[in-house]
């Protein structure tokens, strides 16, 4: 496992080991004692799933407390992770990254951050690992064209949910 810095106190991105052969791909997507000596200490409680087809837009989401552990299982997708937590030094700062199932990395983000994507492929497959349980009562987002954010989106016309569009910026949910 290698860990690729992303600048940002919380963030990190992962590049596991995989072998490769003409019958295909394995690799690893989580072993505890690895991630807990990378400093991911945190228990993950449950699993996500997000399937989507081709220029779908989710995001900015976030959880209070909740830590999570991105991977791409199939496709491609452009991530976004903004630091919402006032007191950091890249506070309002965004991390951007394309994620491929042919090129395997995972991306821990530690509770504070929003998250997003486009997708890029036909389709794609997210996982995600939680160190929280779902709670609709914690959760929240921010638009994911909020101008104070400035956030480069590799696509022209984004298909977005009508929750996902009326979110707020950053700066009017504080």
């Not at 004692?33 to 200490?41: A, N, P, V, W």
Request: hydrophobic content about 35%.
């Amino acid at each position: 496992m290698k860990i690729i810095e992303t600048g940002f106190d919380g963030l990190i991105l992962l590049k596991p080991k995989v072998y490769q052969d003409e019958r295909g791909a394995f690799y690893e997507s989580w072993r505890l004692e690895d991630y807990k000596k990378l400093g991911i200490t945190e228990d993950f409680l449950q699993d996500n799933v997000s399937i989507s087809r081709k220029n779908v837009l989710k995001g900015l989401h976030f959880q209070k407390n909740q830590g999570q552990l991105v991977t791409v299982t199939l496709g491609r997708i452009f991530d976004v992770v903004v630091d919402i937590r006032p007191e950091s030094k890249t506070y309002k700062k965004y991390f951007s990254i394309l994620l491929d199932v042919e090129d395997p990395q995972q991306l821990y983000m530690s509770p504070g951050f929003a998250h997003g994507f486009c997708v890029l492929s036909d389709m794609a497959i997210i996982n995600y690992k939680c160190t929280q349980y779902y709670n609709p009562h914690e959760e929240g987002g921010i638009v994911w064209d909020d101008p104070a954010l400035d956030i480069e989106w590799p696509i022209e016309s984004p298909i977005i949910s009508s929750r996902d569009q009326n979110f707020k910026t950053l700066d009017q949910i504080k």
